[in-house]
């Protein structure tokens, strides 16, 4: 059995659940997560997107590129999910606003290429030049 998990937005206007494994879970790299973010990197937790679900209030979007939407609350501001066309059966959620982040530990980083030079998380976790889909 799957365990449910929830999370959602700092002013709790955006509520969500999922079931699905905490598993897949990588520290993102990248220039687009940085400064759609305001952080140095971004930890995703990717889930089945059959299995997610808002509970409370409707998301605002932004297509931050051609393959990219992200979704935020319109209210605070907090960054809550991105969906991308390369992974079309997944969501990614952002592990900081899981209700229990301290159980989604990450497996790996990606877009490394692209770290901040002076940044060093999790050094012993496996490392992807960029997110390898395949």
Do not use: N
């Amino acid at each position: 059995m799957t365990d449910i998990h929830s999370g959602g937005c700092q002013c709790a206007a955006l509520r969500y659940q999922f079931q699905a494994p905490l598993a897949d879970i990588a520290h993102c790299h990248c220039s687009i997560c940085r400064r759609s973010t305001g952080g140095i990197l971004v930890t995703w937790i990717s889930v089945p997107l059959a299995s997610f679900k808002w509970l409370a209030g409707e998301p605002a979007s932004y297509a931050s590129s051609s393959s990219c939407t992200r979704y935020f609350c319109p209210r605070c501001g907090a960054h809550l999910a991105l969906f991308t066309r390369i992974s079309p059966q997944t969501l990614d959620v952002t592990v900081a606003t899981l209700d229990r982040p301290e159980l989604a530990a990450a497996d790996r980083h990606i877009w490394v290429q692209s770290r901040l030079p002076w940044l060093r998380v999790d050094p012993q976790l496996p490392e992807e030049e960029q997110e390898f889909l395949g």
